[in-house]
Every structure is written in structure tokens, then in C-alpha cells.
């Protein structure tokens, strides 16, 4: 099961902010982030097994028994301030499914989904997005992380483990399957990298189909790793978008 990670303890926070790691990744992913968002909000991020520091347990890979955890996780933790949802990456199809999972089951939506690098999964770019990173091998590994020290790509054993969690995100992808519904009415933001190889920016668009609130993407320097390099510049954007949601 998931489990919820409070990343600075502030509760006069006007809001809190729930993260989405990205495939592999765990709730360091987003550490970083307690020292450059604000101080009115409060920034958790999800655990999941198999991730991160988890990584020695079994990975889930059926979506909508995780979106159904994920959506319980965060009906339990939140209280009456409002609240977001954050993914980068695989994070931003977990963050798009518990967000229509809270719809469908409590009631209770969050005030801003912000989504990043990742194709809409209603659009042949998310399916074309799978195929690469299904037939590419190391070279797509190493567009979705970064590159990888030589020293590490020489020993089979490690690299083994380095894919492992990376597998098991595209395996729970692969099992995702988009049912119509009502779009959400909740704001939206998007993000993503200039020079993104595996998610073109212009396909970002697509995801204003699913809610109320088209917006236009927000692109940083950078290819799909952009937010570990341009941390201060998209908090600053989600800070921005944030405000504006809770208004």
C-alpha cells in the first residue's frame, strides 16, 4: 500500500500540496521542494512500493487498485483546507486517475491538478509514448532519468536493479485503460520540458479534453528530467497556480 510522506510540517499552510513521484522514483524526489515552496503551502508526496526506499517490496501494477488507494490515502489526510495534486511523468497519470477516483467516491476534488510530461492517455501520443519506452531498451531509460555513469552500464546486475521499479511503472502504464467521463471541474496546469524526447510539448494540450479549465502548457529548459534542474522555476509556477486556484 501506499503510504504518505509530510515533507515540511506546516499546519497554518493555506494549502496542501500531494506529489506524484515519478516511475522509479520516491517521495526524495520532490524533497527539495520543502525549501522552495512557500510557507502558506504544505508539501507531501506518496511512497509507493517498490519505489524509492521502498524498493525492496513488490511493485503494484493494476492502476486502478492504486488510484483507488491512492484517492483513500488522500481522503483521510486531508482536513478542510484545500488541497492539489502534483505528478511528473507516470506520477501525472496517478495524479489525474485519484483525482476522478476522489470525484467518484467522496465528493471531494482538489482545488488544482498539475500534470507534467506525460502525454494524455486518451491520445495515440500516450500509446506511441509506451511503445518507445517498450522497444527503445537503455536508450529510453536514459531519456525518461538521465544519463547514467559508464562504470554503471558496464555491470548487468545493477542495471537490473536501477530498471526494476522503471519496468514496473510501465507495466502498470501498459495496464491503463481510459474510460470516458465527465471532465474534471477543477483548475489545471501543465508542465513540461522544451526539449522533452519522449513527450513532445505540443501534446501536452491534449489533456485540457479532461476538464473544465483549458490552460496552456508551461515549458522549462530542459528535456524530461527538467524538474530535477529547474526546481526553483517550476515551484515558482506552481506557486503561481496554486494562488490562483484557491482564490
Avoid at 536514459?142 to 552500464?153: F, I, K, R, S
Amino acid at each position: 500500500m501506499p503510504t504518505l510522506v509530510r515533507l515540511a510540517h506546516r499546519p497554518k499552510a493555506a494549502v496542501r500540496l500531494y506529489c506524484l513521484p515519478p516511475g522509479g522514483s520516491g517521495p526524495e524526489f520532490y524533497q527539495r521542494w520543502a525549501d522552495l515552496l512557500p510557507a502558506t503551502v504544505e508539501p507531501y508526496a506518496f511512497a509507493l512500493p517498490g519505489r524509492g526506499n521502498r524498493r525492496d517490496e513488490p511493485s503494484p501494477t493494476d492502476p486502478s487498485a492504486l488510484s483507488a488507494a491512492l484517492a483513500s490515502l488522500t481522503d483521510d489526510a486531508t482536513d478542510s483546507r484545500p488541497f492539489a495534486l502534483f505528478g511528473h511523468s507516470f506520477g501525472a497519470l496517478l495524479a489525474h486517475e485519484t483525482a476522478r477516483r476522489l470525484r467518484r467516491t467522496t465528493r471531494r476534488e482538489p482545488a488544482l491538478v498539475a500534470l507534467s510530461a506525460l502525454p494524455p492517455p486518451h491520445q495515440r501520443e500516450f500509446e506511441r509514448l509506451l511503445a518507445t519506452l517498450v522497444t527503445s531498451g537503455l536508450d529510453a531509460f536514459t531519456d525518461l532519468v538521465g544519463p547514467l555513469p559508464a562504470e554503471l552500464l558496464e555491470d548487468p546486475v545493477t542495471v537490473t536493479r536501477l530498471c526494476t521499479p522503471h519496468l514496473a511503472d510501465l507495466v502498470l502504464a501498459l495496464h491503463h485503460r481510459h474510460h470516458d467521463e465527465p471532465p474534471l471541474q477543477v483548475s489545471l496546469a501543465l508542465y513540461g520540458g522544451e526539449t522533452d524526447p519522449l513527450v513532445p510539448p505540443g501534446c501536452l494540450e491534449g489533456w485540457n479534453d479532461l476538464f473544465t479549465t483549458p490552460t496552456t502548457p508551461h515549458l522549462f529548459a530542459g528535456r524530461h528530467t527538467y524538474p530535477l534542474h529547474q526546481a526553483p522555476a517550476l515551484v515558482r509556477q506552481l506557486t503561481k497556480d496554486l494562488q490562483r486556484a484557491i482564490r
